[in-house]
């Protein structure tokens, strides 16, 4: 019971480290939305890159935390970070190909 109640405690640790959002590249309605809401959407994705790429920088107070308590969830934080960046890069580049499919 013991056991079971630090690995849980550890995965907890590990698992709250990563921060980012990571995206969905392919939505369901992808294809049903007009221009103006494949901008809204592309816009968003590039918002999600923009905060992958912030928590990245190794001056951010978690990063620091990170490194001086719990050192492997910097690691785990770091492939995250590295996961919600390319994922949300791969959405908007998913969403300017839809939108010259529709001619936008």
């Known amino acids: ?21 990571v995206v969905n590249v392919i939505q369901p309605k992808d294809n049903e939305l007009n221009c103006k809401e494949l ?6 994705a590039n918002e999600y890159a923009n905060e992958a790429q912030d928590a ?6 978690h ?8 050192l492997p969830g910097l690691g785990f ?9 390319k994922a949300a890069k791969d959405r908007a580049i998913h969403l300017n190909k839809l939108k ?3 001619n936008c």
Do not use: H, Q, R
Not at 1 to 21: D, H, R, V
Not at 63 to 70: E, H, K, P, S, Y
């Open 100 to 102: 010259e499919k529709k």
């Open 77 to 85: 934080s770091m492939a995250n970070i590295d996961e919600a960046s």
């Open 39 to 44: 901008s809204s959407e592309i816009a968003k």
């Open 1 to 21: 019971m013991k056991k079971i109640l630090i690995l849980l405690i550890l995965k907890l640790f590990i698992t709250s480290c990563a921060t980012p959002t």
């Open 63 to 70: 990063n620091i935390g990170a490194v001086l308590f719990f």
């Open 56 to 61: 990245k920088k190794a001056g951010k107070p």
